[in-house]
């Protein structure tokens, strides 16, 4: 900030110095409740063979994986640039996130097989975030 004769922008970022609670609780569930949706749209495109369709859809998945991780330890996260690898720095993030995040991505390929394969890899992340974040997702 090069100026803020008010104190304006100042108290606004004092303000916004703590992650809330709330908003820490709601982020995590609503990012895995998304992720599952989007795993879930994912296996029908993995069905046709739809490899843009798949990494769309896991793109979206890896990104709110690391939004929920931001989250649960309680640090923002303005957007995806660097997410993964910011997550995987945070303390309680998953064993070996950023690895797994960035593999869900790394060799879609063009096959049912493979894609599903990735679809199982990016299944296995969800379920160690919510792990992580203490997320009962029998419900």
Same mark, same amino acid.
């Given at each position: 900030?090069?100026?803020?004769?008010?104190?304006?922008?100042?108290? @606004?970022?004092?303000?916004?110095?703590?992650?809330?609670?709330? @908003?820490?609780?709601?982020?995590?569930?609503?990012?895995?409740?998304?992720?599952?949706?989007? @795993?879930?749209?994912?296996?029908?495109?993995?069905?046709?063979?739809?490899?843009?369709?798949?990494?769309?859809?896991?793109?979206?998945?890896?990104?709110?994986?690391?939004?929920?991780?931001?989250?649960?330890?309680?640090?923002? @996260?303005?957007?995806?640039?660097?997410?993964?690898?910011?997550?995987?720095?945070?303390?309680?993030?998953?064993?070996?996130?950023?690895?797994?995040?960035?593999?869900?991505?790394?060799?879609?390929?063009?096959?049912?097989?493979?894609?599903?394969?990735?679809?199982?890899?990016?299944?296995?992340?969800?379920?160690?975030?919510?792990?992580?974040?203490?997320?009962?997702?029998?419900?």
């Amino acid at each position: 900030m090069l100026a803020d004769p008010t104190g304006a922008l100042t108290r @606004l970022r004092e303000a916004a110095r703590d992650y809330p609670p709330a @908003l820490r609780d709601r982020v995590v569930t609503t990012s895995l409740w998304e992720a599952d949706f989007a @795993l879930a749209v994912a296996r029908e495109g993995a069905g046709r063979g739809d490899t843009t369709c798949v990494a769309g859809c896991l793109f979206r998945v890896v990104g709110l994986c690391a939004h929920a991780v931001h989250a649960h330890a309680g640090a923002w @996260l303005i957007n995806e640039k660097g997410a993964v690898d910011a997550a995987a720095a945070l303390s309680g993030a998953p064993l070996d996130f950023a690895e797994a995040a960035h593999g869900v991505l790394a060799c879609l390929g063009r096959s049912v097989i493979d894609l599903e394969a990735a679809l199982r890899t990016a299944g296995l992340l969800v379920e160690a975030v919510a792990a992580t974040c203490g997320v009962d997702r029998r419900k």
